[in-house]
C-alpha cells in the first residue's frame, strides 16, 4: 500500500502566503510524477502544479509567477509554495503521485485526503 499524507493547509489573508507538503510511504520503487490537484465548491478538480522525477514542471495558468512546485526525491516528497495567494484560490488542494510498487509493475495514480486552503480577509 501507498500512502500520501498532505500538511500545512489553513486560513490565511488575501496577499498572504502557505507552504503545502505531500509526503509518501509505504511499498514504494520509484515515483515518476508528483502534482498538486484542487477543487473547489461546485467545481471540477483541476491541475494546479505539476514535477517529473527529473524536475521538469509544469503550472495551470492562473498560478503562474505565484506558486512553485519542489520535491525531494530522497524523502518522496513534493512542495507547493504558494505566495499571493487570492479568495479565487480557496480550495481544497489534493496531492497525486504516479508510483511503481515493483521494478517491473505498472505506474498508478494515488491520491492524499487532501488539505483545505482558505483565502479570506
Known amino acids: 500500500q501507498v500512502q500520501l499524507v498532505e500538511s500545512g493547509g489553513g486560513l490565511v489573508q488575501p496577499g498572504g502566503s502557505l507552504r503545502l507538503s505531500c509526503a509518501a510511504s509505504g511499498r514504494i520503487f520509484s515515483i515518476n510524477a508528483m502534482g498538486w490537484y484542487r477543487q473547489a465548491p461546485e467545481k471540477q478538480r483541476e491541475l494546479v502544479a505539476a514535477i517529473t522525477s527529473g524536475g521538469s514542471t509544469n503550472y495551470a495558468d492562473s498560478v503562474k509567477g505565484r506558486f512553485t512546485i519542489s520535491r525531494d526525491n530522497a524523502k518522496n516528497t513534493v512542495y507547493l509554495q504558494m505566495n499571493s495567494l487570492k479568495p479565487e484560490d480557496t480550495a481544497v488542494y489534493y496531492c497525486?503521485?504516479?508510483?511503481?510498487?515493483?521494478?517491473?509493475?505498472?505506474?498508478?495514480?494515488?491520491w492524499g485526503q487532501g488539505t483545505q486552503v482558505t483565502v479570506s480577509s
Open positions: 497525486n503521485a504516479e508510483v511503481k510498487v515493483r521494478r517491473f509493475s505498472n505506474e498508478y495514480d494515488y
